[in-house]
């Protein structure tokens, strides 16, 4: 009998042992944080915009200038703000990401279903931004950005936010869409069309082949090359 007693208590304890290790593995995975990107800074800590220098226009943090290029090759990818450079949903497998000599990277190509999702600082404004898709969904969420390029070979790409210079969208399938601070007359336009459908602001261009040039003296262009599928560039001023 006490033999028998003492083999239940031996079986007993390995099973509390066992359960342990497993909350306690459970615990370490929930409380995983983001992984950070390590970064060089954009530009020399030494060096500041000519702008700012020469008083004619708004100084940059010369930290948070930098260049940002992302593309999907097959998935989603969303661009939000956060306090840093960082993959903030999905895996190391998903997506590869750097930062170098002030460009940020990010590159998808994965068979999940959710979006990775990866965060820029809230603060930062990129020189150049750069945008492709060759099958995936690309969303960039509330970024400031000098100059935009996007080239959507397939798939769908979206962006929000404010554009100081020039935006140049080449789109060859699926649907490209750019939700804009301002109003239509900040920018002048180049656009031009196959088989494809292109609305700015409250203008449309569509047809079998067609190009329309729109000059509001300004010193900001759009221009817009779409192939077949459909271009919006839409305004958050009337």
């Given amino acids: 009998m006490n033999k028998l007693t003492n083999i239940l208590l031996v079986l007993l304890l390995i099973a509390v042992i ?19 990107v390590s970064s060089q800074s954009a530009t020399s800590q030494s060096s500041t915009s000519h ?11 010369t930290d ?12 989603a990818l969303r661009i939000v703000q956060g306090e ?15 930062c170098e000599n002030g460009i940020y990277t990010v590159s998808v190509n994965t068979t999940r279903s959710a979006p990775v999702v ?5 603060d930062a404004f990129f020189q150049q931004a750069t945008f492709t898709t060759w099958g995936g969904a690309l969303t960039a969420e509330n970024l400031a950005v000098r100059d935009l390029h996007t080239t959507c070979e397939k798939g769908a790409i979206q962006f929000s936010g404010r554009v100081d210079g020039t935006i140049e969208l080449d789109h060859q399938q699926g ?31 569509a047809g079998v082949k067609g190009s329309h040039s729109i000059d509001n003296g300004s010193g900001k262009t759009i221009h817009a090359n779409c192939a077949m599928g459909s271009v919006r560039v839409l305004f958050s001023q009337a």
Avoid: R
Wanted: charged residues 10%; aromatic residues 8%; hydrophobic residues 40%.
């Fill in 18 to 36: 066992f359960l342990g290790g497993a909350v306690f593995l459970l615990w370490q995975k929930e409380s995983a944080p983001t992984i950070p």
């Fill in 51 to 61: 702008a700012a220098q020469s008083g004619t226009g708004p100084a940059e943090n």
């Fill in 64 to 75: 948070q200038a930098a260049e940002l290029s992302c593309s999907v090759q097959l998935g």
């Fill in 84 to 98: 840093e450079f960082a993959l903030q949903d999905g895996n190391e497998s998903d997506c590869q990401i750097s």
């Fill in 118 to 122: 990866v965060s820029v600082p809230k």
């Fill in 175 to 205: 649907a490209t869409t750019l939700q804009l601070e301002g109003n239509q007359a900040d920018f002048n336009y180049q656009v031009s069309y196959q088989l494809g459908h292109v609305q700015i602001g409250v203008q449309t261009f």
